[in-house]
DNA sequence: GCTGGCGTTGACGCCCGGGGGAAGGTTTAC
DNA sequence: GTAAACCTTCCCCCGGGCGTCAACGCCAGC
């Protein structure tokens, strides 16, 4: 199979291909004309890594669970490096929600302080004009 | 004051203080050399922005903060406009958060179910040698 | 009158990942 | 024969928020 065909089958460019092999993530043989060469496994690699890229997983982070398909594993994550990295996206997610909610705390203290200064000040305001109205 | 000046006392750089000026964001008058020159109430809203900007705002998201004590209003959040950006803010934090405890979720599972996989695929093996060890 | 420090404008660099797009050349497929 | 697919190499880009020169002006102290 050549690029273009992996590509379609998996859903991505030619050029995001030859961007793995650049990295090494997913080298290619080669034809005798200089052709990258493919076969199934290698569309299994990408699909990994494709699936992983939708979880938000960085390119370099989906080597661990390559190399563990490649070295014969039924899954990815059959692997106690990949494991680790389950682990520590698990940890850099929730540190990274633990400051959006400390932000988001903060955040809204200002805005309730803010909102009950404005609150304070209207109702210095509004109450002679509603005097006024009922007169 | 001048530009060093201002910088120094709100930790900031001049480089910073120029480019917010580029943005229209902190103008400043200019004296007869040329030199930009600053006040105390330049210094507020320099604070001001600064301290939005701890809080994770981008710069155009200061503006109408610092429109808004430039008007004469207490504090920079005095205006609706204002607390409107702060709305807007909390909306943002509160998606992103849910957004990742979507993918949180989904790595989780994907973890619990490899550990379950590998803990099953040990139950296999390990038994056996269990056994040779009792007799 | 000279050195050094602060000021001015303008322009380019950078960081970060994940590629996009074009140029210029083979090879294959119909 | 020619169009499509492939090859390599190279630069570009996205956004924000500045950093970092370069080249020059202004001013105080000695």
Redesign the pocket.
């Known amino acids: 199979m ?4 992996l ?1 379609e089958r998996a859903g ?5 291909l ?3 092999e650049q990295l090494g993530l997913l080298p ?1 043989r080669r ?6 060469a493919y076969d199934e496994g290698d569309l299994r690699l990408l699909r990994e890594i494709r699936m992983l ?1 939708d979880f938000g ?4 982070e989906t080597r661990p669970f390559v190399e563990c398909l490649r070295a014969g594993h039924p899954e990815g994550d059959s692997c106690p490096a990949s494991l680790e990295v389950y682990r520590r996206k698990l940890a850099e997610l929730d540190e990274c929600v633990a400051r959006l909610q400390d932000v988001r705390a903060r955040v809204a203290g200002q805005f309730e302080r803010a909102r009950k200064a404005r609150d304070e000040l209207a109702a210095t305001e509004l109450p002679p004009l509603c005097e006024l109205v009922k007169e």
Chains 1, 2 share one sequence.
């Not at 997983?57 to 370099?60: A, S």
């Open positions: 050549r690029i273009g065909e590509a991505t460019t030619t050029r995001a030859r961007y793995y290619a034809a005798g004309n200089g052709y990258r890229q997983f960085g390119l370099e």
